[in-house]
């Protein structure tokens, strides 16, 4: 398996405009997790699904952040508007079920200006 | 609910020397715990994960770590540290047998192996 699989790379948006990240769990994976990565705040959970299903969205900051995950192989998070607050790297994350680690993407790197 | 400290953002060391990173852990249930390592640039990468059965748990690399759970920790160590070791370090605990699974992860420490 390639691993878990981001999209893009890096990101260079204006405030304002709609972001889009994209994820590819490692399949059988089952349970999949968006993490935001800034100097100030570490490592946050953002939310995560268990089998297609959102469980905990507790961490997500505010109404302009949404996530998806239309299928098992398939996860979005979307920021609308983005501000230049959001700037950070998204790492997405899936795992096999419990009693498992964790296995990461290379994360996207968002720069809003 | 769970959470992690890392008291240390930042442990300098020369090359050779012995290192520990210390963690600690909070929750009202039983926990798993893991040490995850992340070079510049790059995502995590798991080092190494305590599930059950021996307290101490190792990794190819030579790092250890020991679940002591009196004292709620997870200290990471290595005898002889190389300038290759130099990346960011994270502990991170899951409830174990939760209906969750998510990881909890403390806010890491640099390494910073000197010649």
């Known amino acids: 398996d390639a691993g878990v699989i981001q999209s893009p790379r890096h990101e260079v948006t204006e405030m304002g405009q709609e972001v889009t990240l994209r994820c590819k769990p490692i399949s059988g994976h089952n349970s999949l997790f968006w993490y935001r990565q800034t100097m100030m705040r570490g490592l946050e959970l953002l939310i995560y699904?268990?089998?297609?299903?959102?469980?905990?969205d507790s961490g997500m900051p505010e109404d302009r952040f949404s996530a998806k995950m239309p299928n098992a192989s398939f996860s979005t998070l979307k920021i609308q508007p983005s501000e230049p607050r959001d700037s950070a790297v998204y790492f997405c994350?899936?795992?096999?079920?419990?009693?498992?680690?964790?296995?990461f993407g290379q994360g996207t790197r968002l720069t809003v200006v | 609910a769970q959470s992690v400290t890392q008291l240390d953002s930042q442990v300098p060391v020369f090359e050779e020397a012995p290192v520990e990173l210390r963690c600690n852990y909070s929750s009202s249930v039983s926990v798993y715990l893991f040490w995850y390592v992340q070079y510049p640039n790059q995502g995590l990468q798991l080092l190494l994960k305590?599930?059950?059965?021996?307290?101490l748990v190792e990794s190819i690399n030579g790092f250890e770590a020991e679940f002591n759970k009196s004292q709620t920790s997870f200290h990471l160590r290595k005898p002889s540290v190389h300038i290759s070791d130099t990346a960011e370090y994270f502990c991170?605990?899951?409830?174990?047998?939760?209906?969750?699974?998510?990881?909890?992860f403390g806010t890491g420490t640099l390494l910073a192996v000197q010649p």
């Open positions: 994350a899936s795992n096999g079920g419990q009693n498992t680690e964790a296995f």
């Open positions: 991170a605990v899951s409830a174990n047998g939760g209906a969750t699974n998510k990881l909890i």
């Open positions: 305590y599930l059950s059965g021996s307290t």
């Open positions: 699904f268990n089998n297609n299903v959102p469980i905990d």
